[in-house]
């Protein structure tokens, strides 16, 4: 098989597909480009015109969606422990998980990030904080999922572990940490001691000091 192409920035949504080849055990070829790459890499809009990250190159495929290059990139050799697989027990509840990361709790979040820290000076900031809010909200359905659990689904760590870890990492990146309760913190703190989690992230910040030179 040929080798896929990951473009990202270092510590947003990509980080999740980062995550994902390195425990899926898949040499990519990692290009991280400078935030926001839409400005700041315009030659990337000729690649993807939507001028997001994450996006995956693998022969004919193209992918833009963080949680979904992380079940392919798991999967994509066939069967595996970090996905779960139709018939298995918790096969919903993976799926669910897995969109409820990116759909319900990261999605607050970047809008949080718009009004309250990138364009702040608009006056939006009381907007920015309804969102907070409303992250803090969407955390009870996790919350209560890991109350008598180890794992989100069937008892082993997969993407779904990657994919809600990771809306955890950044809400500890951009002050959202004081709306996330101790057991998430606790669970993102056992999530971020993985040997692959250590491995992509800095193959990310490997590339983000390149570009600043």
């Not at 040499?27 to 015109?49: C, Q, S």
């Not at 018939?87 to 949080?112: C, K, R, S, W």
Request: contains cysteine; aromatic residues 12%; negative net charge.
């Amino acid at each position: 098989m040929t080798k896929p192409t990951l473009y990202t920035c270092a510590r947003s949504r990509g980080l999740r597909a980062t995550w994902a080849a390195e425990e899926a055990g898949v040499d990519v070829d990692l290009k991280v480009l400078p935030f926001p790459p839409r400005y700041l890499a315009p030659e990337y809009l000729e690649i993807n015109p939507l001028g997001t990250v994450p996006l995956l190159v693998d022969g004919d495929a193209q992918m833009t969606e963080s949680c979904a290059i992380a079940h392919y990139l798991a999967t994509r050799s066939g069967a595996s422990e970090l996905a779960i697989s139709p018939g298995e027990p918790d096969y919903a509840a993976y799926l669910d998980f897995t969109y409820h990361a990116d759909a319900t709790i990261t999605f607050p979040q970047t809008v949080y990030m718009r009004f309250a820290i990138f364009e702040k000076e608009k006056g939006w900031t009381e907007a920015g904080v309804a969102y907070a809010k409303w992250f803090e909200k969407r955390l009870v359905k996790v919350e209560q999922r890991l109350s008598a659990r180890e794992y989100l689904c069937a008892d082993r760590f997969t993407v779904a572990d990657i994919c809600v870890g990771y809306a955890l990492i950044l809400a500890q990146n951009v002050g959202l940490d004081d709306r996330v309760p101790d057991s998430l913190k606790d669970y993102r703190a056992w999530l971020t001691e993985r040997e692959a989690y250590k491995r992509a992230f800095a193959r990310e910040e490997e590339g983000r000091k390149a570009l600043e030179g």
